[in-house]
């Protein structure tokens, strides 16, 4: 048995159990909550975008975390690289980073008379990439080798990344000063776009309480990883275990259709988008005790996964249309499978 099976009966039992290496062997969803409650110490009252950046992790996808400056975006990605026993680096984008300083450089080593190469900042297990869209678009295009095969060519050598490998972007909205809106081929590699919004009165009075003592690094600093990077292979390795029944697949790719058929998109969902929901959704059924894929999964996730996938029409933009509309109509217009849960 390899050490990331899942043990059990799946279909009988309705759980994904997770065998890790010398650990203790809990269930996909005890630990999918584990990390949850520990991100959720430091980032109150946002069940739902912690929710969203811990499935990017275990669906071996990325997460752009999109909102204003403030609300949090950066202390979610410390705070989830924190519940993870794996190593952490930031990269702080600026108009003037360079590619070598996200994947690395050789350097002349005079002793040994040959080029040596050292890794930038993007060889970590979770990287956090702040303010993405204040880097200039040379820059940036040094992520999509690594976001999409997990590896870095350079000088013609390839050199692997780290497993897991998770890159949590932030970016503040286009209008603002200094920054450039991202590529749709940089947006295709983001498995999901999600927005943290200001916190409910409730939540906003817990964190005055709770920051008016302690500073940010110290409130980080008062918790710790609460899963190995071996359990978190464990649980990526689960995932694919989980049943997508072919009516299931069809829908996604009926949706997918209408997609590109919409009169209001110039660019409808790719082979990739439809691929994405598919893995994202067998994620969040795993999260919730299930061993297959239900409708109402790709129905919670296909606005984080596709709404920064599709392409308004110009038209469609000067009725004021957005992508979230868009998929919402999509959602109403595609039948549900028959005989499926949703």
Known sequence: MSP???VGDRRNRGELFVTAAETTTRTYAELFDAIRLNVGQVVRGKDEA??????CLVAEGHCLVEDAPGVGKTTLAKALARSVDGTFGRIQFTPDLLPADVVGTSIWNRTSGSFEFRRGA????IVLADEINRASPKTQSALLEAMAERQVTV?????????????VATQNPLD?????????SQLDRFLMRISIGYPAPEAELELLTSHGINDDAEILASIGPVVSTTEVQGMIHAVHRVHVDPAIRRYLVELATASRRHPSLALGASPRAVLSLQRAAQAHAAAGGRT????DDIKYLAGPVLTHRLVISPEAMLKGTDAGVVVRELLERVPVPPGSVG
């Open 292 to 295: 297959f894929v239900t409708p």
């Open 50 to 55: 912690i929710r969203l950046s811990i499935l």
């Open 4 to 6: 990331y099976d899942v």
């Open 155 to 167: 000088d013609g050598t390839t050199h692997d990344l780290e497993r897991p490998f998770l890159v």
């Open 122 to 125: 993007i060889f970590h297990s």
């Open 176 to 184: 603002h000063e200094g920054t450039y809106p991202l590529p749709e």
